[in-house]
T-cell receptor, first 114, second 114 residues
Framework: DAGITQSPRYKITETGRQVTLMCHQTWSHSYMFWYRQDLGHGLRLIYY???????DKGEVPDGYVVSRSKTENFPLTLESATRSQTSVYFC?????????????FGPGTRLLVL | AQSVTQLGSHVSVSEGALVLLRCNYS??????LFWYVQYPNQGLQLLLK??????LVKGINGFEAEFKKSETSFHLTKPSAHMSDAAEYFC????????????FGKGTHLIIQP
């Protein structure tokens, strides 16, 4: 049972470069989420998706782009990376719509922007 | 708008002592509340959640939390700390409509002293 995986686990890039973080889940969950984790801020929602081809902004979407052509994949792209985007990025998924639904998290991607 | 406040960025207890991690929420509608645990270099794992019904919720690894509407609190407790409980703990809330994602507190780092 692979669950939810993220790749790469670690990434170093330079300011201005485009970076794509991958997220893949094997549960066929409808909902998927991207969060970033920063010291002193906890986790903050970047984007989420209710189904294939349906995405919406979260709390901190600026500088990020998402797509969801297949239910199981939800890539996050930094079009032109900035130092402020150095963070740990977590992907999550949940089975159904509803505030009480549990979100299941991937292991995270540590991104360093130089 | 909803928000979550975790009192104490670091909590230190002795092995075998009571663990108490505090969480207060602010929400205009009845929230659904979650506690997640994060071990070093790992993703978040659900400890327990409150949706409706019984206000005392039991979770994994001997943890429990009590929803107190009058105090807008959802504190996490464990009667006897174990060294393996050392981790980062996040309280989260979801009271928005649909798949708006979770609102997280900033986290509490639990330190267990031998």
């Amino acid at each position: 049972d692979a669950g939810i995986t993220q790749s790469p686990r670690y990434k170093i890039t330079e300011t201005g470069r485009q970076v794509t973080l991958m997220c893949h889940q094997t549960w066929s969950h409808s909902y998927m989420f991207w969060y970033r984790q920063d010291l002193g801020h906890g986790l903050r929602l970047i984007y989420y998706s209710a189904a294939a081809d349906i995405t919406d902004k979260g709390e901190v979407p600026d500088g990020y782009v998402v797509s969801r052509s297949k239910t199981e994949n939800f890539p996050l792209t930094l079009e032109s990376a900035t130092r402020s985007q150095t963070s740990v990025y977590f992907c999550a998924s949940s089975a159904q719509r509803g505030n009480q639904e549990t979100q299941y998290f991937g292991p995270g991607t540590r991104l360093l922007v130089l | 708008a909803q928000s979550v406040t975790q009192l104490g960025s670091h909590v230190s207890v002795s092995e075998g002592a009571l663990v108490l991690l505090r969480c207060n929420y602010s929400s205009s509608v009845p929230p659904y509340l979650f506690w997640y645990v994060q071990y070093p270099n790992q993703g978040l794992q659900l400890l327990l959640k409150y949706t409706t019904g019984a206000t005392l919720v039991k979770g994994i690894n001997g943890f429990e939390a009590e929803f107190k509407k009058s105090e807008t609190s959802f504190h996490l407790t464990k009667p006897s700390a174990h060294m393996s409980d050392a981790a980062e703990y996040f309280c989260a809330c979801n009271s928005g409509g649909g798949a708006d994602g979770l609102t997280f507190g900033k986290g509490t780092h639990l330190i267990i002293q031998p």
